[in-house]
């Protein structure tokens, strides 16, 4: 069995979705080699950026290449193991960077709020701990979901209108009954976005009840500023989410919903890079360093 791929991106430029496609792996791959070359950045608030920019890397290559094939092709085959085998890492990296980005609100929480005990909770060996704890979970939950849509009966052209498997599609495809695997991704999908985003707000709530209290408004500033990269990407990651699933289908249109899709798995693992090295002060002083001994040793 073989399904048929094509979507808006049959009318997407080439060159364009391939230049996003090298800009995310190159602008992920520096932010990764900055944090473990630089012993300035050797911090959990670091570390966990580092494991963003991996997520972001296997989610590209998992989705961008699929889509090149699909522009320069229009309708592209993919095998039922391949379609499967592209949604389960989908499905494990894009709740991985749900956790994760929890993970870091709760970091920021404790660097703002408990900055006494910052240092003797957030250790090397807890950061490590809850990232492999998030990739677990998140890799079981993608693991139910996987099998659940392996159990469905798939019948006709089985023509998927969108540029990479997802659950939606493939429900809509099916010829069989869809109401289990329609409950668990229910209830998998609180546990993935409704939870963690719960968490994320909790977390700045008690940040900006925090911040209220410092008298001076550059001291509210700079601690603020250590946040402001994480809460632009979940602002932008979390909002196409949870317009991409969480709103009933009939309350948005198909080519909303692909654009919102192509935000959080293309467009959101490109800008990570440029919103953290933009609004860091940190990663700018080391990329501006580099720069300036790369152009002594070029010059003569």
Known sequence: MAFHQGALVNRSPFTLVLIIFIGTICGNFMIIMLIYYSKTLHSPMY?????????????????????LNIIVQERTPISFPGCITQYYVFCSVEAFECYLLTVMAYDRYLAICSPLHYTSIINHELC???????????????????????????CGQND??????DINPLIELSCSDTSNIQIEATFLGFAVLIVPFFVIVVSYISIVLTLVKIPSYSGRLKSFSTCSSHLTVVFIFYGSLIV?????????????????????????????????????????????????????????
């Open 47 to 67: 570390f966990f950026l580092s494991q963003l920019s991996i997520s972001d890397i296997l989610l590209s290559t998992d989705i961008a290449p699929n889509m």
């Open 160 to 165: 998927i209108d969108y540029f990479y498997c």
């Open 244 to 300: 991409t699933y969480l709103i009933p289908k009939k309350g948005q249109s198909q080519m909303i919903s692909k654009m919102m899709s192509m935000l959080y798995s293309v467009l959101t693992p490109f800008l990570n890079p440029f919103i953290y090295s933009l609004r860091n002060k940190d990663i700018k002083n080391i990329v501006k360093n580099a720069c300036n001994r790369i152009g002594k040793i070029s010059s003569p």
């Open 128 to 154: 490590i701990k809850l990232v492999i704890f998030s990739w677990l979970l998140s890799c079981s939950m993608g693991s139910i979901l996987t099998l659940g849509i392996c159990q469905l009966e798939f």
